[in-house]
Each structure stands twice: as C-alpha cells, then as structure tokens.
C-alpha cells in the first residue's frame, strides 16, 4: 500500500493516495481511519508527513479529527454551488434530487439596528422584518436561516408559505433580484444554530452572508444562512486577468 515516490512533495503525494483510497471505498464515509502509527506505516512515510497530509484534508473537510476518539472520513455534501451563482437554496436542494421544506421559527418587526441603517440606506424610522427559518432536505434540517427586509418591501399579501424568499420578493413585490454581495466564513459548533441542525459537535458550519440588490441596485434582502458544512459545498471560479 506504499505511495510510489516522485518529484512533488511527500505529503501532497499521501493526500492523493488517501483520497483514492476513499474514492474506491478502501475508506468509506464515516469510517474511522487507521491510528497514525499504522497508517504511516502502510504508507511508508513518517508520520510528521502524514500529519501534514491529514491537516491539510482537515481543512478541505474531506476528513474530521474527533479528539480521543480517531479520524474519520467525512460524508461528501449533497448539495454543492458556485458561490459565484445567485441561486436559492431552494433551488440547490431541488438539483439534488430532494425536496425542499421550511420550518417556520419566528417574523420580526422592529427598529432597524445601526447596521441596517447602513446596510439599506434607511432612516431610524423605518422598520424591519426579520425573519427565522429552517431549510430542510427530504425533511432533514440542513440550513438555519435569518432574513432581514425592509417593511415597506413587503406587500400585505405576504406569506411564509413559499419557500424561496427570493421568488417571494420577485412575484409579490416585482422586486427582482439581480445580484448580491456575498462573504463567506468557516464557523465551529454554534450554541444555538447547531442543536437545531442537528449537528455532531464535531460538524462545522459555513456562514454566507449576502446583501440582495435589485435592478435598480437598491439594497432589499440581507441574509445570513448557516450551512451545515458536511452538507453543503462552494467552488469558486477564479479566471487570470
């Protein structure tokens, strides 16, 4: 089971073979890997090589370490997107082949905070509605959602029954959106967001963050939705200019 040498670096070439190795089910996802001491052996490398190559498929997510406990291989996500793609999570979930749902938490209007006056360009009187929700595949929790528009958006018609906020706000209000401004981060375990995904204390979170623009590049949607990040994954298409 040994790598065969060639001109790259040692660990590059274990990352390689590790993850053959899951392709062909050698390793199966949620399997536990062997102990350190083992698998540098089989592969014939030190085991300071071998730590190198299991922190950098750490933090590609394609293995979770679980302190006392081993390294195990992690599920590959169901969903995955271009994050240079405006698309619904609705949509991403219908691509799948699931069936999206939404569990309805919470509708807010209040006072907007610092942060949305700036964020939406509002005076201190004009309210926001902020709303709680749950995105759920084939009836599994797999996205916490907090969505922020402003009152005067909102049409008297407006239901939480459609799952898509952005077709709501497109056939309710004929505010299309067009484009948004997007950041992404890596969380840990979420005291609040993660019981409610029902996560392992082990399993990150992606936190996108995205200001929704309409045609008339006005501010109307902020949005923040927690992934779970052994469910969801974002490629990003980089072009050389």
């Not at 040994?2 to 053959?20: A, C, E, F, P, T």
């Not at 050698?26 to 190559?53: I, M």
């Not at 394609?62 to 619904?88: C, Y």
């Not at 979170?205 to 974002?234: G, T």
Request: hydrophobic share 40%.
């Amino acid at each position: 089971m040994s790598i065969k040498l060639d001109n790259r670096h040692l660990y590059l070439q274990v990352i390689d073979r590790l993850k053959q190795d899951m392709e062909e089910g050698v390793y199966k996802e949620r399997e536990k890997l062997p102990s350190e001491f083992d698998l540098a052996k089989q592969l014939g490398v030190s085991r300071a090589t071998l730590r190198e190559a299991l922190r950098i498929l750490e933090e590609e997510n394609v293995i979770i370490r679980r302190h006392g406990v081993g390294t195990f291989v992690n599920a590959k996500p169901l969903f995955t997107s271009g994050i240079e793609q405006l698309n619904s999570v609705t949509n991403m979930i219908l691509q799948a082949g699931m069936k999206p749902g939404t569990i309805f938490l919470s509708s807010v209007t209040s006072g907007p905070t610092e942060e949305d006056i700036r964020r939406f360009s509002c005076s201190a009187e004009e309210d926001i509605v902020v709303i709680e929700r749950v995105r759920t595949a084939n009836g599994e929790p797999v996205v916490y959602c907090i969505d922020k528009v402003p009152e005067n958006i909102l049409t008297n018609t407006f239901t939480h029954v459609q799952e898509s906020l952005l077709d709501i706000l497109e056939n309710e209000t004929n505010r299309k959106i067009t484009y948004a401004v997007a950041q992404i981060e890596p969380l840990g375990y979420h005291e609040k967001v993660s019981p409610i995904l029902e996560c392992d204390p082990e399993t990150a979170l992606l936190v996108l963050k995205q200001m929704h623009f309409d045609e008339l590049d006005e501010p109307i949607l902020y949005s923040v939705n927690y992934f779970r990040a052994d469910k969801f994954s974002f490629q990003v298409l980089r072009k050389r200019i």
